[in-house]
């Protein structure tokens, strides 16, 4: 069965600073996709990346940034220069099948508050 | 462009009663999805509809269930309702089946009494 860790409940970091969110992924398949979905206060949850289970290149957008590791299962979300606009609850997720779906197995949650 | 809508927000319903929640997606996409997003289980997959076929169900009770129109909106109906369902019911829509990269509304908050 497939199932996604987010080991950090919550982490507060002081405005400017660097900060890992990390996520550890289970699953049978070997095609499969991760995801990163983004939960600011008002509520409305919000895409950021997808990336399948073939392609563990890194991936920087802006002052974000993504590590894929299959070796270890993992795959962490780095924001550098972090700002207030980053406080959110932030989901790892991940779903099995060459085709893909839409049936998300997310993980718990990290809530992150950047503090001016 | 016009985001996901989903109505009601707010409800508040009692034991044993039902509910009907309604989604309408994004223009031009096709695929909608459901899930359910409590304290205690966080985010669950509900079902997922596209082109008016459920594609995939979660584990939830018969007491759940959906159903998706010929214009891409979606409902989804819970049966003899328990004190365990109050949670947000969050709709998301995509352009294409089988992306998932959804785009999420804001929910429909049900408190059961």
């Known amino acids: 069965a497939q199932k996604v860790t987010q080991a950090q409940t919550e982490i507060s970091v002081v405005e400017k600073e660097d900060v890992t969110l990390d996520c550890v992924y289970e699953?049978?398949?070997?095609?499969?996709?991760l995801f990163w979905y983004k939960q600011p206060p008002s509520g409305e949850l919000v895409f950021l990346i997808r990336?399948?289970?073939?392609?563990?290149q890194n991936e920087i957008s802006g002052r974000y940034s993504w590590n894929f590791q299959k070796s270890t299962s993992s795959f962490n979300f780095t924001i550098t220069a972090s700002q207030v606009v980053d406080s959110a609850v932030y989901f790892c997720?991940?779903?099995?099948?060459?085709?893909?779906?839409?049936?998300?197995?997310f993980g718990t949650g990290t809530r992150l508050t950047i503090i001016p | 462009k016009a985001g996901v809508t989903q109505t009601p927000r707010y409800l508040i319903k009692t034991r044993g009663q039902q509910v009907t929640l309604s989604c309408s997606p994004i223009?031009?996409?096709?695929?909608v999805s459901w899930y359910q997003q409590t304290p205690g289980q966080g985010l669950q997959f509900l079902f997922e509809?596209?082109?008016?076929?459920q594609r995939n169900k979660g584990n939830f009770p018969g007491r759940f269930s959906g159903r998706q129109f010929s214009n891409s909106r979606s409902e989804m109906n819970v049966s003899t309702l328990e004190l365990g369902d109050s949670a947000l019911y969050l709709c998301?829509?995509?352009?294409?089946w089988g992306t998932g990269e959804l785009f999420f509304g804001e929910g429909s908050r049900l408190t059961v009494l």
């Open positions: 998301a829509s995509s352009l294409d």
């Open positions: 699953t049978r398949d070997t095609t499969y996709y």
């Open positions: 990336r399948n289970s073939f392609d563990e």
């Open positions: 997720a991940l779903s099995e099948g060459s085709r893909g779906n839409e049936k998300l197995t």
């Open positions: 223009s031009g996409h096709r695929s």
């Open positions: 509809y596209f082109s008016e076929t």
